[in-house]
């Protein structure tokens, strides 16, 4: 049984996100693929906005796809509290250009009580080549959702 907020992510699966929480996310446009406890899948296409001059997917724009996807699979647990990054490291493995369809594929590692460890990989299309790899911990606020 899923609470509301698991809910809320397996309604949007097969679907571009555009209505979430975090206005980046609607602004990335994902597609979730899947959802389950602890960990989320989506799809992105590269756009044109989000990419650096050398026309590959921006680094930066791929730290926050790995972070924001991150923080949604958290929604997984139904939880009521927020967490916030407080760390984020990104390794860069490859390049993706406009057009390209990327794969985020995320895993929650450890879920202690008050911290949280995740990772996020990001794949090409055909899971060929690893674009990105990002590992953060996240720590539990009072702040209330």
């Not at 975090?22 to 296409?45: A, D, H």
Request: with cysteine; aromatic share 10%.
């Amino acid at each position: 049984m899923f609470s509301e907020a698991a809910q809320f992510l397996k309604d949007r699966v097969g679907k571009e996100v555009t209505d979430s929480p975090s206005p980046f996310m609607s602004w990335l446009k994902p597609i979730m693929l899947e959802v389950n406890e602890g960990n989320l899948r989506f799809q992105y296409t590269v756009r044109k906005e989000m990419t650096n001059p050398f026309r590959t997917l921006h680094g930066g724009v791929t730290a926050a796809i790995i972070d924001d996807a991150i923080g949604a699979t958290l929604i997984s647990y139904g939880e009521p509290f927020f967490y916030v990054s407080v760390n984020l490291v990104i390794d860069y493995l490859s390049a993706a250009v406009e057009g390209d369809i990327i794969i985020a594929e995320t895993k929650v590692v450890k879920k202690g009580k008050q911290l949280v460890n995740a990772e996020c990989e990001l794949w090409n299309a055909d899971r060929s080549r690893l674009i990105a790899r990002g590992y953060t911990n996240l720590l539990k606020t009072e702040i209330k959702k």
